[in-house]
């Protein structure tokens, strides 16, 4: 029997995938692009006025601690629990607890590691995660490695209902073996703010009116909240969707990150002072992980500084935009091409087929239009994407041009599909 090397198994497995390069460059310049495709809603990324803040603050730190801490500029040398901690890393934390209005804060390298942390360590045996379906990756790599004895189960998206029917069964499960328990271990339920590829807006009060029908019932709901998408775009100097709805006080713990609005990297789970607690303890990605750099926890704090200004005026920019956007959808868009109903700055049109939705990107970005496709198994074969992301820079000229580009590259593929099928 031939030899299988491990090259060979990868090979089979991204035959299986159909793979091309994913990590495509641009056809353009970046800095000819309209930008259509980054996270950075708000515009901090490119922001000069920011950029001039962040290298006048490193310099003013390098000054001031390279007698004190002695690696300013390298990295952070180690864990968090070993070399890796820092007065700034403290003082930022106690900073963005306080702006996100929460009883502590906790630096993570990146929002995945804080997802993984969180729900490869929270769920005891015996308790209940309730996710939404279309939580993100980081939440099911995290469920993934937790502990054994956890009841794990999706509901439909954005579906109290379901939810709520969820609820009941675990409250009964639980409670049926509650001799086997110290202590209730209740039920999680995880949700986002704002859905990354939907771009729609979980029903938070609702989910807190289902808690309060629970009450402490089987340990009682704990709601975890990630706030990737609408830190800086929602809430009141871009505190976040939980924050603008005053309900800072029944989230379990929420996390935001840094790499979309905020236009840098890292994030930060918010929650109780036993939940940070528990995390430096058990959270391995933190645990066994070097921490982020000063540069970073400084890009952080200047950028958070800069949002306490200009967010709002810059979250009434994003909202014309996106109001701009989905009338000129409506307009432009020929008949056929579906798109998602969403309010918010993350937008989608369907193309369905990874080759399809490929190659009108590739139109678009020919165009001056940096559009990225978004493929199976990210979402669901038959509902691949162009994810378009408005910002608060987009111009009118800018969106009107990308829809009508849109509408041609539609049609064209379209067009060309039905020739080649007549001439079968
Ligand atoms: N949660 C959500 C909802 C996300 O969209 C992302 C990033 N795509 C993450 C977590 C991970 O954040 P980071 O990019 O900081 O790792």
């Not at 929602?234 to 905020?262: I, S």
């Not at 306490?308 to 020929?334: D, G, S, V």
Request: neutral net charge; hydrophobic residues 40%; contains cysteine.
């Amino acid at each position: 029997m031939a030899r299988i090397t491990l090259d060979s198994l990868l090979s089979t497995a991204l035959n299986r995938r159909r793979s091309e390069n994913l990590l495509r460059t641009l056809v353009i310049q970046p800095q000819d692009a309209r930008d259509f495709a980054s996270n950075d809603y708000l515009g901090l990324a490119r922001s000069t006025q920011l950029h001039c803040r962040f290298l006048a603050a490193l310099n003013s730190e390098l000054e001031s601690n390279l007698q004190i801490e002695g690696k300013v500029l390298g990295g952070s040398t180690g864990s968090r629990l070993l070399s890796g901690n820092s007065a700034t890393a403290v003082n930022l934390e106690a900073f963005l607890a306080h702006f996100h209005n929460a009883e502590t804060a906790l630096l993570f390298n990146s929002g995945y590691d804080a997802n993984l942390g969180l729900f490869a360590t929270l769920p005891h045996p015996g308790s209940s995660v309730l996710y939404d379906e279309l939580v993100h990756a980081s939440v099911h790599d995290g469920l993934r490695q937790c502990r054994k004895g956890v009841v794990i189960q999706k509901w439909r998206h954005n579906n109290v209902g379901h939810l709520e029917e969820l609820v009941w069964d675990q409250v009964a499960r639980i409670e049926s073996n509650a001799s086997r328990y110290s202590q209730l271990p209740g039920i999680i339920v995880v949700v986002e703010s704002i859905y990354s590829m939907d771009g729609d807006i979980a029903p938070l009060k609702q989910i807190v009116n289902l808690m309060d029908k629970v009450g402490e019932r089987a340990g009682g709901l704990h709601l975890i909240v990630d706030e990737a998408h609408s830190t800086g775009v929602c809430g009141p100097q871009g505190r976040g969707l939980v924050c603008q709805l005053g309900l800072e006080d029944r989230v379990f713990a929420r996390l935001h990150t840094f790499g979309k609005a905020v236009g840098a990297h890292g994030a930060v789970v918010l929650g109780s002072s036993t939940l940070r607690e528990f995390l430096v303890n058990y959270a391995r990605p933190l645990v066994y992980s070097t921490s982020l750099p000063m540069h970073s926890l400084i890009a952080i704090r200047c950028a958070y500084e800069f949002m306490q200004e200009e967010a709002e005026n810059l979250q009434q920019k994003l909202t014309q935009t996106i109001k701009h956007f989905r009338a000129q959808l409506k307009f432009i868009l020929p008949s056929g091409i579906e798109s998602i109903d969403s309010l918010t700055a993350i937008q989608g049109i369907i193309v369905p087929g990874n080759k399809r939705v490929s190659q009108v990107c590739s139109y678009l970005q020919s165009k001056g239009y940096d559009v990225r496709p978004i493929r199976s198994p990210t979402v669901p074969k038959g509902s691949e994407r162009l994810r378009i992301c408005l910002h608060a820079h987009n111009s009118v000229d800018e969106i009107t041009g990308l829809i009508r580009e849109i509408a041609i590259a539609c049609t064209n593929i379209r067009d060309t599909e039905m020739a080649s099928l007549s001439k079968l």
